[in-house]
């Protein structure tokens, strides 16, 4: 029973958690200008790819470039949506474009995305 509890709880802080992420969403300076940054300070980036509120980025470049994932009961709000993945989770995304973190950005305030894979991602700007 205290291990079911345990396993509960567990979920419910990362449910929280996701559930916090557009409502933590703000603005940070960086070297590249001002981005949107997740709860962590992390700079979120879009990429050009994506087309229609789809996300392009799936395998791999998902392994690279974090989704910023949205919880079932999440709520869009103004220019903030919700878009569903080819793998059925859900994932914010600014004005349509999807938001990602990217995976060799170590420290909050990093924006060695920016301009990657001739560039195709983009620091999100606000």
Partial sequence: ???????????AVLLTASAASAQALKTADTPKGKT????????????????????????PCAENWPPLFAADSDKPTADMTIVVRDDGK????????P????????????????????????????
């Fill in 90 to 97: 859900k994932m914010w995304a600014y004005k349509g474009k």
């Fill in 36 to 59: 949107f940054v997740d709860a962590k300070g992390m700079t979120l980036y879009t990429f050009d790819k994506d087309a229609g509120g789809k996300s392009a980025c799936n395998g």
């Fill in 1 to 11: 029973m205290t291990k079911s509890f345990a396993t509960a709880a567990a979920l």
């Fill in 99 to 126: 938001l990602y973190t990217f995976k060799k950005d170590t420290a909050a305030g990093e924006a060695n995305g920016d301009g990657f894979l001739n560039g195709a991602w983009h620091i999100a700007k606000p």
